[in-house]
């Protein structure tokens, strides 16, 4: 059966209909929660996925998918991607095989937001239901129909480390591996059971009166609240914060709540904060000099020392260990070895398929400039991934 996936934008542990919410349990593996941080993963080409292994709670009936999606800076219109997959998770890396008939197919991804998914057609009659078992290891991994640059929008990871045998890419070529060998953090993909029992309380925030009362999700759900979770309780939650967030350029914007500062990828400087007592950071880059020097300052610093700055997200580090910092050199890409300008999986591809190899100095993936293609030069690539010129 072929369906259409419906996408509807929510704010962090926003669930959808009150009918079976009682029984629902959200099973993911990142430590993501609203106003947060989070990475862009960028770089994926049609055809690539990006997917997560999770373990079912309870014998029951996956009712949801939920993907963050974010784009920088912020405006990006939605994204109408290729697929979502739901699998087998009972080997890893590779999936072991479709779970549904089902195709959940051209998911709309809207930036800033974690993205739900709950039906398999346009008019929202047929709700996606897979029956899956207690413990059983499940793949959920998105398929890209478009390029993913951090304008117009990528799936997104957590700050906290990577674990283990729970993140894989497709690459194309190269096929499935391990997210680990690549990055640190956990993709924000997560899926939603429906359990046999459990009904659990948890905080319930009301926009109208700002009030908490501590109610089953389906009792929540009722009064029009929004539940905070299973492990929440008014005492320690505050509904609705705003405050002040700190932009990338060191500029501030006031009462902004926290998903709204997570969508222009600022960070939230806690509820009642304002922007006439937060002192948000100039951002800093590489400062280099004529003379072959770098240091990390802030543009107005530089301009001062007389040097050149390369601009927020770059750094004085000398991966190559040649005297100079890499972004100071010409042309500032290390571990770029197609030549587009992006350290990506395309490079990594490039690299593994020589790896061992001989080549001229300096060419290819030889990033350090000895000649042959080796742990040194994954190691230039990987300290740089996701990252332009």
Do not use: Y
């Amino acid at each position: 059966m072929t369906r259409k996936l419906l996408a509807a934008a929510l704010a962090a542990w926003t669930l959808g209909t009150a009918s079976s919410l009682a029984e629902e349990m959200t099973v993911q593996n990142d430590s993501f929660q609203s106003g947060g941080s989070t990475v862009i993963v960028a770089g994926f080409i049609p055809g690539e996925e990006a997917a997560v292994r999770l373990t079912s709670p309870c014998d029951g009936t996956i009712v949801a998918i939920q993907v963050g999606w974010l784009a920088s800076p912020p405006g990006a219109q939605p994204s109408i991607e290729r697929q979502i997959h739901v699998e087998d998770g009972s080997t890893f890396p590779v999936p072991a095989g479709p779970l549904s008939q089902d195709e959940l197919l051209a998911p709309a991804l809207t930036p800033g937001a974690l993205n739900e998914f709950r039906f398999l057609d346009d008019q929202m009659t047929l709700p996606i239901s897979i029956p899956v078992s207690e413990n059983e290891e499940v793949f959920v991994s998105l398929e890209f129909e478009n390029p993913a640059t951090l304008a117009s929008g990528s799936v997104i990871r957590d700050v906290d480390g990577c674990t283990s045998n729970r993140n894989a890419i497709l690459a194309i070529p190269g096929g499935w591996f391990d997210l680990c060998l690549i990055t640190s953090g956990d993709f924000i993909i997560r899926m939603v059971v429906d359990c046999a029992t459990s009904d659990p309380t948890g905080a319930c925030c009301f926009e109208t009166t700002g009030g908490c009362l501590d109610e089953t999700q389906s009792d929540c759900a009722l009064f029009g609240g929004v539940w905070q979770g299973p492990a929440s309780d008014c005492a320690g939650t505050v509904c609705f914060p705003e405050g002040a967030c700190c932009l990338p350029d060191g500029s501030c914007m006031d009462n902004m709540s926290p998903e709204d500062c997570l969508a222009v990828a600022g960070v939230f400087q806690g509820d009642g904060t304002d922007c006439g007592t937060t002192s948000c950071p100039e951002p800093t880059g590489a400062c280099c000099t004529s003379a072959g020097a770098c240091l990390e300052r802030t543009e107005a610093q530089c301009n001062i020392a007389g040097g050149t700055w390369l601009g927020i997200g770059s750094d004085c580090e000398d991966a190559d260990m040649n005297g100079t910092a890499d972004d100071c050199e010409s042309p500032p890409c290390p571990g770029d070895a197609n030549g587009d300008n992006v350290v990506d999986l395309n490079d990594l591809a490039i690299l593994l398929g020589s790896f061992g190899a001989s080549v001229p100095a300096g060419t290819g993936a030889d990033f350090n400039g000895n000649g042959v293609i080796d742990l040194s030069d994954l190691a230039v690539l990987l300290s740089v991934f996701g990252s332009s010129c």
